[in-house]
């Protein structure tokens, strides 16, 4: 699971960069996806609409708090993700 996990990283002011250790791909919809583990009580709404704003203009998908359990599924449309 750690190979999958996105690193962000909080810089001051509330600045994202987000750092891709591995990415997922959905043939369907011929998008890359980014899996991301997010504490949801450490973040507002805002700052996860900003995280999925950022991933959105690089054309990426994001799956946020994945189960264990692989295969994973795109975000978008259902269909089962291939690494990368």
């Known amino acids: 699971m750690n190979k999958l996990i996105v690193c962000l990283i909080i810089q001051k002011y509330l600045r994202y ?23 949801y009580s450490a973040m507002s709404e805002d700052e996860l609409n ?6 959105g203009q690089e054309n990426k998908l994001i799956l ?4 264990p359990i692989i295969p994973y599924h795109c975000p978008d449309c259902g269909a089962e993700l291939e690494e990368k």
């Open 50 to 55: 900003d995280i999925k704003t950022k991933t």
């Open 17 to 39: 960069k987000i750092e891709y250790k591995r990415m997922l791909y959905c043939k369907k919809c011929e998008k890359e996806v980014v899996v991301m583990g997010v504490p």
């Open 64 to 67: 946020f708090n994945p189960p």
